[in-house]
């Protein structure tokens, strides 16, 4: 399953009825009902159940907002992107700027090609954060939106800040996780752009600078093969 990247994330539902602000022992009765029932679709790996759950809870109480986060965690884990990117922002309402909320809806806009809005929440992340991953993140939309010059300007960004020995990890063709040197995936994202801008020859120079950096980076090595064979 995928999670989420970025931030750390760490989410437990109370079995305590006691912090509800309900009158209704029915109410409280149902709510410590969905708690148990949560739990056990847990214990046995239930995904429908532990869905169906969530959903009750937030009915039985929908000020506790950590069922709400619990809920967008769980969609988005289950590629249930729409979803996911809908519970987050109504959890934005009730808490604006809240890091988790926001990495949801970033990731899940991210997830359904929406990247012009996943842009727009993967930004205050950068702004909250400094994190270069983020920023690095921003950079490959924007490529892929073809906005070349934002691109480049993040990348230049993201390349002042990087030590010679940090790494990063990309997804292969195989679905698979690859480290490589940060640089080195910064010189591939340019190489791109520079394909994009009609540019082959600094792309073929571009990867070639990658592959010295990092000789097994499937990326490069694909991008170099396929120009070459133009």
């Known amino acids: 399953m995928k999670r989420i990247k970025f931030l750390v994330v760490v989410c437990v539902l109370f079995a305590s009825t006691g912090a509800m602000a309900q009158d209704s022992t029915y109410i409280s009765n149902e709510y410590t009902k969905a708690v148990a029932t949560y739990q056990l679709a847990q214990k046995y790996n239930d995904q429908e159940a532990t869905k169906q759950a969530l959903l009750d809870l937030m009915v039985l109480n929908g000020r506790d907002t950590t069922v709400m986060r619990s809920l ?7 590629r249930r992107y729409t979803s996911s990117a809908l519970v987050a922002l109504d959890y934005l309402e009730k808490f604006p700027g809240n890091m988790i909320a926001t990495e949801i809806v970033a990731l899940s806009y991210e997830q359904l090609r929406l990247y012009d809005k996943a842009i727009e929440f ?4 950068w702004l909250m954060t400094e994190n270069i991953n983020i920023l690095y993140q921003i950079a490959y939309l924007q490529y892929s939106l073809k906005r070349y010059t934002e691109s480049l300007n993040n990348l230049q960004i993201v390349d002042s ?8 990890q990309l997804n292969t063709s195989n679905g698979q996780v690859q480290e490589i040197p940060f640089k080195a995936a910064i010189l591939n994202l340019r190489a791109l752009i520079a394909i994009g801008e009609g540019k082959n020859e600094d792309a073929k120079a571009l990867f070639n600078q990658a592959l ?3 000789p097994d980076f ?13």
């Open 122 to 125: 993967y930004q205050p992340m």
């Open 72 to 78: 967008a965690e769980f969609y988005y884990n289950n």
């Open 218 to 230: 499937e990326a490069a090595k694909t991008g170099l093969e396929d120009l070459n064979k133009g």
């Open 212 to 214: 010295q950096l990092a």
């Open 161 to 168: 800040k990087v030590k010679a020995e940090d790494k990063v």
